[in-house]
């Protein structure tokens, strides 16, 4: 990969960061060739920080990760798009994108915070979680879980009581989200699947 750090007097150029399940545009920092280094070997997206005058890894003091994925420059080889999954929310005002909330895209955003809360709370304290009690028990008990929870949607869909039809719906999505990530997926490898189906 060849980037033109020599296009900007500091040596730097910009990253843009985006989040590889919503495609929502994160944060801009800057980077040079240690701090591009150490993004790929930590796997974890750090920057040059022009205030610290040092290599910072976002995170570092907050927890909230950007998870690295890939990188490429663009056409002119002096800006970087970096596709990341985020830890928590990614600006300093608690925000998930340091843009707000009119560059998120809704539908799908929640999911995605949904999915990284189960990858949080799946090595906790079986005593006090009830997702880290299900990993603790293995796959067969989240399989079955996601069984009992079809079971009962299938029940509901035949009586006329709404509200417990769109219960049920989110227990049987909300496990489902389980069982992929007990076996190693996300819901975009799902949507990955379906899209090569859908052939217009």
């Given at each position: 990969m060849n980037i033109d750090f020599t296009k900007y007097a500091d040596g730097l150029v910009p990253a843009i960061v985006q989040d590889a399940s919503t495609k929502n545009v994160l944060m801009l920092g800057f980077m040079?060739?240690?701090?591009?280094?150490?993004?790929?070997?930590?796997?974890?997206?750090?920057?040059?920080?022009r205030s610290k005058n040092r290599l910072w890894t976002k995170g570092e003091e907050s927890g909230h990760h950007l998870n690295y994925l890939s990188m490429a420059p663009d056409c002119d080889q002096d800006t970087l798009?970096?596709?990341?999954?985020?830890?928590?929310?990614?600006?300093?005002?608690?925000?998930?994108?340091c843009w707000g909330t009119e560059n998120k895209v809704e539908s799908h955003d929640f999911l995605v915070q949904l999915e990284q809360v189960i990858e949080q709370r799946k090595t906790a304290d079986p005593s006090s979680s009830y997702v880290a009690s299900l990993f603790a028990k293995g796959i067969n008990k989240i399989a079955q879980k996601v069984g009992?929870?079809?079971?009962?949607?299938?029940?509901?869909?035949?009586?006329?009581?709404?509200?417990?039809?769109?219960d049920e719906s989110a227990d049987l999505l909300f496990h489902y989200l389980i069982l992929l990530q007990s076996k190693g997926y996300q819901l975009t490898d799902v949507v990955k699947v379906l899209a090569q189906r859908h052939k217009p």
């Open positions: 040079n060739q240690a701090a591009v280094d150490a993004t790929i070997s930590l796997q974890k997206v750090t920057f040059f920080s798009l970096i596709q990341a999954n985020p830890i928590g929310p990614v600006c300093h005002t608690g925000a998930d994108t009992e929870e079809a079971v009962e949607l299938v029940i509901e869909a035949k009586d006329n009581n709404e509200q417990l039809f769109l």
